[in-house]
């Protein structure tokens, strides 16, 4: 297991390098062999979507759902990143894909990442960043429980002025197998390692479930990019565009949710509880519901936005001691008892 944890590790500190090979290794074969995926492109959507859910599953297993109660006794936090999920960052989408992206379907992509929050590593930088686990894991329990219902109403909402129909059943189908399934069986694993072995049972496969989704999550962006890399290569400018979009809108979100969660008075732990999962997207789930409701080309907005997400929040989480000042010191001042004189 020691060797498991180590890869996984190296795959996490370097995913962006793996995600970039991977992406332009598929984009070469997808240019060098377009006839065999369109020809194939039912058998290739199939496999697509037995890795999607080899990849959102492990994710489920660690989705800690009797956490939930907790909001009751603090609810401030989580109710923050419902507002940051569900209104604003669907706002910010919105007026960028209006403004900047002019394909129906791509904007459709764009928006429809936007509207899956919690990044799967946004509970791991809370971690590193010393904020409040117990926060950042009720947080996303109770936003990702929120997905299936709220997504489908938001893209009624967002594509009814197009001409793109949205195929509401196969909408349905998808959050069903990539959402609602592997959380139902994920938390059936869950509880039947804690019952029969213990939490430290569950701990020791946390490696392999974290690796099992990486590999799925670099296999699909690979498949992605093979399947559209013919139309990818004549529209080059569509990625540069994306890759701009998503850079320019975590450079507005986090300092934006960083200012609104001082102004609440959350503290320092509360807040990297939140500003992870609030400014981070799913992007494998947002991948598995784009290729099986719609097409591949959904598909790509999803598969573009974690090269720069992944380095913006690291570059935050090393921000820790200018934002710990700003939210000001969490420890008690000792106060000092000065004894009269005789």
């Not at 930088?125 to 929120?146: R, W």
């Not at 997504?151 to 949205?166: E, G, K, Q």
Request: glycine residues 6%.
């Amino acid at each position: 297991m020691k060797k498991i944890a180590a890869v996984s590790g190296n795959l996490k500190k370097y995913l962006i390098f793996y995600s970039l090979a991977v992406l332009g290794g598929g984009w070469i074969l997808g240019v060098e062999f377009h006839h065999l995926a369109f020809s194939n492109r039912s058998t290739f959507s199939t496999l697509i979507t037995i890795i999607v859910f080899m990849m959102i599953y492990p994710m489920m297993v660690n989705l800690d759902l009797g956490e939930i109660p907790r909001i009751f006794k603090d609810p401030k936090p989580v109710l923050l990143s419902l507002v940051y999920n569900y209104a604003l960052s669907p706002a910010i989408a919105f007026l960028f894909a209006f403004l900047f992206i002019h394909n129906a379907m791509l904007s459709l992509g764009f928006m429809l990442v936007m509207l899956i929050p919690c990044g799967s590593s946004s509970v791991g930088y809370t971690g590193l960043s010393g904020g409040s686990v117990e926060t950042a894991t009720v947080a996303q329990a109770i936003n990702f429980i929120l997905i299936p219902v709220l997504m489908p109403l938001y893209l009624t909402f967002v594509m009814r002025s197009s001409n793109v129909p949205i195929p509401m059943n196969a909408i349905m189908k998808s959050i069903l197998i990539v959402i609602v399934l592997p959380m139902i069986l994920g938390y059936l694993t869950r509880f039947s390692i804690i019952k029969v072995k213990g939490k430290v049972a569950l701990k020791k496969i946390q490696p392999l479930l974290a690796l099992i989704t990486l590999l799925s999550l670099l296999a699909i962006v690979g498949m992605i990019f093979f399947m559209k890399g013919d139309v990818l290569l004549k529209k080059w400018d569509v990625l540069v565009t994306l890759s701009l979009l998503t850079l320019a809108y975590l450079i507005l979100i986090l300092p934006l949710i960083t200012f609104l969660d001082k102004k609440f008075h959350l503290s320092y732990k509360d807040h990297m509880g939140i500003v992870y999962l609030s400014s981070s997207k799913n992007n494998g789930t947002a991948i598995a519901i784009a290729t099986m409701a719609f097409n591949p080309l959904v598909a790509i907005p999803a598969a573009v936005i974690p090269l720069f997400q992944l380095m913006i929040l690291i570059a935050y989480i090393h921000l820790e001691k200018p934002i710990k000042r700003y939210f000001g010191s969490q420890k008690t001042k000792k106060t000092t008892v000065v004894k009269p004189e005789k």
